[in-house]
């Protein structure tokens, strides 16, 4: 069965990039829909996005649209999320997650079946 493991994250100053990487085993990436979620503390899972099965579609949540990009290596197995822009507003566990499902929805996390650890982005000076 699928499992992801994500790598990336950390602390990162206001203004700053980072790339996170979820990497696929077991099931080849191409099957499944990726979506990225983001959990604060105190908060509901959101979605931040989604890439579709072949990659030529993304979507994203209005709060991080023109700042974060999703993309996939489906030879590699490998989705990633770069953000840029950041701030303190962005801090929070980032998870990805995967579906069978066609639809490139992301706003309810129970739409998703897998996970990956998730990990922390933190924005702080």
């Known amino acids: 069965h699928l499992q992801l493991v994500q790598s990336g994250g950390g602390l990162v100053q206001p203004g700053g990039s980072l790339k996170l990487t979820c990497a696929a085993s077991?099931?080849?990436?191409?099957?499944?829909?990726i979506g990225w979620f983001r959990q604060a503390p105190g908060k509901a899972r959101e979605g931040v996005g989604s890439s579709s099965k072949s990659g030529d579609v993304s979507k994203y949540s209005d709060s991080v649209k023109d700042r974060f990009t999703i993309s996939r290596d489906n030879a590699k197995n490998m989705a990633y999320l770069e953000m840029r822009s950041l701030s303190s507003a962005d801090t929070a566990v980032y998870y990805c997650?995967?579906?069978?499902?066609?639809?490139?929805?992301?706003?309810?996390?129970?739409?998703?079946?897998?996970w990956g650890q998730g990990t922390q982005v933190t924005v702080s000076s």
């Open positions: 077991g099931d080849p990436l191409e099957v499944y829909t």
């Open positions: 997650g995967a579906t069978t499902s066609t639809s490139t929805r992301f706003r309810i996390p129970d739409e998703y079946s897998w």
